[in-house]
């Protein structure tokens, strides 16, 4: 069974940084999308970034400049530097990952658990 974990995440004072990780396990496949979604209490998920197997990158223009996405094909992991996080960046930074599978002909959607990323002075 594939599973995402997050870590990194916790108190980030604003201006600091932050990196956050994201391993799968129980995986024999590499995925093709990866990314980072986020939820603020009261508010929807929302897109933070997105890889590609390719690494074309792509940013949700509150994050751009500030954050970056990478990936590690071969670990199939995904990491999200935050670099002058600010009070509004305070949620819950939550894993995601895709796979199409040509047999089936549909895409499978992972999430992780989610971890907390608090920014604050």
């Known amino acids: 069974q594939v599973q995402l974990v997050e870590s990194g995440g916790g108190l980030v004072q604003p201006g600091g940084s932050l990196r956050l990780s994201c391993a799968a396990s129980?995986?024999?496949?590499?995925?093709?999308?990866m990314g980072w979604y986020r939820q603020a209490p009261g508010k929807s998920r929302e897109l933070v970034a997105t890889?590609?197997?390719?690494?074309?990158?792509n940013y949700a223009d509150s994050v751009k400049g500030r954050f970056t996405i990478s990936r590690d094909n071969a670990k199939n992991t995904v990491y999200l530097q935050m670099n002058s996080p600010e009070p509004e960046d305070t949620a819950v930074y939550y894993c995601n990952a895709d796979k199409f599978d040509s047999r089936l002909g549909a895409t499978f959607d992972y999430w992780g658990q989610g971890t907390q990323v608090t920014v604050s002075s």
């Open positions: 890889i590609t197997r390719d690494i074309r990158t």
């Open positions: 129980g995986s024999i496949f590499r995925f093709d999308d």
